[in-house]
């Protein structure tokens, strides 16, 4: 096969997250695994397609897609996976079949609801949840009991320590006359970050509900109900 400059055509990691809706990493795993063949040769970790290369995954080719995106307002008590775990039933279960190879942008735990993406396009996903895109996600959270001023201060001028490192949210009352409901803003996205942050000071987040996520936002979609987006 002849040698492509460096600077031809695109990338074959970029080139399968767009078509297959995965990740860049997930496709240079397809690559590592001798999967992909451009105009039948095995391809290697760095190679890069014309357009008129023909690509294949597993002797299947690789075509253009249309790319969907999908907002949902996730109920609490579904796990955002394509399995079920134990009893607890799937998101995919609220969405009609065709939507099904749509993937999850990040995550809400079970206990969580509110907005989450779904998309087959993977580098719109790769762009939504890695840390130097810097995301904001806009949460509603309400705690079981006051969040002292004190503890206040420490989350939102200090950050409290966790496991896997400080945690800093910005926090804004929902009403001056209550202290257990908040609005948490924050630009990570660590597994159950804020339930972990407010459980170091004693405190256990009995709802969490996000409303937004970068550009997007849940606006009037109902709970457990959908709606294709556009993207910005």
């Given at each position: 096969?002849?040698?492509?400059?460096?600077t031809?055509?695109d990338?074959?990691n970029k080139y399968l997250a767009?078509r297959?809706g995965?990740?860049?990493?997930?496709?240079?795993l397809?690559i590592?695994?001798?999967?992909?063949?451009?105009n039948?040769?095995v391809?290697?970790?760095?190679?890069?397609?014309?357009?008129?290369?023909s690509?294949?995954?597993?002797?299947q080719p690789v075509g253009?897609?249309?790319?969907e995106?999908m907002?949902?307002?996730?109920?609490k008590?579904?796990v955002?996976?394509?399995?079920?775990q134990?009893?607890?039933p799937?998101?995919y279960?609220?969405?009609?079949?065709?939507?099904?190879?749509?993937?999850p942008v990040?995550?809400?735990?079970?206990d969580?609801?509110g907005?989450i993406?779904l998309?087959?396009?993977?580098?719109?996903?790769?762009?939504?949840t890695?840390?130097?895109?810097y995301?904001t996600?806009i949460?509603?959270?309400?705690l079981s009991?006051?969040?002292e001023?004190l503890h206040?201060?420490?989350?939102?001028?200090y950050?409290?320590q966790?496991?896997?490192g400080?945690s800093k949210l910005?926090?804004?009352?929902?009403?001056e006359?209550d202290?257990?409901e908040?609005?948490v803003?924050?630009?990570?996205?660590?597994?159950?970050q804020?339930?972990?942050?407010f459980?170091?000071l004693?405190?256990?987040?009995?709802?969490?509900?996000?409303t937004n996520?970068?550009?997007?936002?849940?606006?009037?979609?109902?709970?457990g109900e959908?709606r294709?987006?556009?993207?910005?």
């Amino acid at each position: 096969m002849e040698e492509k400059s460096s600077t031809e055509g695109d990338r074959l990691n970029k080139y399968l997250a767009l078509r297959l809706g995965i990740s860049r990493r997930e496709a240079d795993l397809y690559i590592e695994k001798k999967r992909v063949v451009i105009n039948g040769e095995v391809a290697t970790l760095g190679a890069r397609v014309l357009p008129d290369d023909s690509v294949t995954v597993d002797n299947q080719p690789v075509g253009e897609v249309a790319f969907e995106y999908m907002a949902l307002n996730k109920p609490k008590g579904y796990v955002s996976s394509r399995h079920s775990q134990g009893d607890v039933p799937t998101l995919y279960t609220l969405l009609p079949n065709n939507y099904h190879t749509l993937k999850p942008v990040g995550r809400l735990d079970k206990d969580s609801s509110g907005l989450i993406l779904l998309t087959n396009d993977g580098d719109f996903a790769y762009h939504m949840t890695h840390p130097k895109f810097y995301k904001t996600k806009i949460y509603k959270v309400r705690l079981s009991r006051d969040l002292e001023p004190l503890h206040q201060q420490m989350i939102s001028d200090y950050g409290v320590q966790l496991e896997d490192g400080p945690s800093k949210l910005s926090l804004e009352r929902l009403s001056e006359n209550d202290r257990k409901e908040w609005t948490v803003t924050m630009h990570e996205g660590r597994n159950r970050q804020i339930r972990r942050t407010f459980a170091s000071l004693g405190y256990t987040v009995i709802k969490l509900h996000r409303t937004n996520f970068g550009d997007y936002a849940l606006g009037d979609i109902k709970l457990g109900e959908y709606r294709t987006i556009k993207i910005s």
